[in-house]
């Protein structure tokens, strides 16, 4: 079992910087993925970014490419999401993710074993 946790969320203006915090717990061992997901009222479940925890592979959606980074802190067991530049678009809850027993880079919510419980961005114009 993993447990996740985020934190970080908030209101911010267009322009702004946010930094999304996903604490993870439990079977916190061997190969895994960690991705950012983030649904808006009325729309599907989108996926963000992702990053392999042991080689730092890291994957985007185009949306977000050169605006949002993901990283990890191995000794604290902990995702971020930098998002810079936000854009009234990028309102949404957002969730992170983790896929337990793989390397590969998944970009669909179906190859994800563990959700935290979300946090909520909204940016305003």
């Known amino acids: 079992q993993v447990q996740l946790v985020e934190s970080g969320g908030g209101s911010v203006q267009a322009g702004g910087s946010l930094r999304l915090s996903c604490a993870a717990s439990g079977r916190t061992f061997g190969n895994y993925i960690m991705g950012w997901f983030r649904q808006a009222p009325g729309k599907d479940r989108e996926f963000v970014a992702v990053?392999?925890?042991?080689?730092?592979?890291?994957g985007y959606v185009d949306s977000v490419k050169g605006r949002f980074t993901i990283s990890r802190d191995n000794a604290k067991n902990t995702v971020y999401l930098q998002m810079n530049n936000l854009k009234p678009e990028d309102t949404a809850v957002y969730y992170c993710?983790?896929?337990?027993?793989?390397?590969?880079?998944?970009?669909?919510?179906?190859?994800?074993?563990?959700w935290g419980q979300g946090t909520q961005v909204t940016v305003s114009s």
């Open positions: 990053i392999d925890w042991s080689s730092g592979i890291k």
């Open positions: 993710a983790a896929a337990v027993g793989t390397r590969q880079i998944r970009r669909s919510g179906e190859g994800y074993d563990y």
